[in-house]
């Protein structure tokens, strides 16, 4: 009867609504299917990910360095080119396209070759970005009797 979209993607609602000529809802409700990707954590990295507003990257960063800690960082690229000095690993994006085509083989380098910690600023919040930062959430979303590195 209502179209719901259960896991947020390239196509939008809005797109979707456009199409169909009525409004479309998100996210599960009560029995409906599993789908891939739809779990609170999905593709969630060995190190911790935190995903931080640029306001507040400089205050974590710094956190983490009293505590000799390192910290890699995917981060629109003016803030990635800034951080680029201190940083282990750096991935800067244009766009939030770009970070939906880029964040798991991003995430899985990182995650190798990366700092202690792995910071992602998060994008800004749009219908084109809706999908990426569901998957950045999932990722960084704590996961029961799973230490983290």
Known sequence: ???RILREGDVSGEMISRVIG???EHGAVGASPRVSGSMKSHYAPEHVLKIVSADDLPGETQFLARHFKTFSLIAPEKI???FSTVAEKVRGYKDAKELQVNLYKWLHE???DGGDVIFAVEPELTDSSAGVLDR???AAAERP???SK
């Open 145 to 147: 009797n799973k230490e």
């Open 110 to 112: 990182l995650d190798r």
């Open 22 to 24: 009525k409004p479309v």
């Open 80 to 82: 990635a080119k800034r």
């Open 1 to 3: 009867e209502t179209p």
């Open 136 to 138: 950045l959430t999932r």
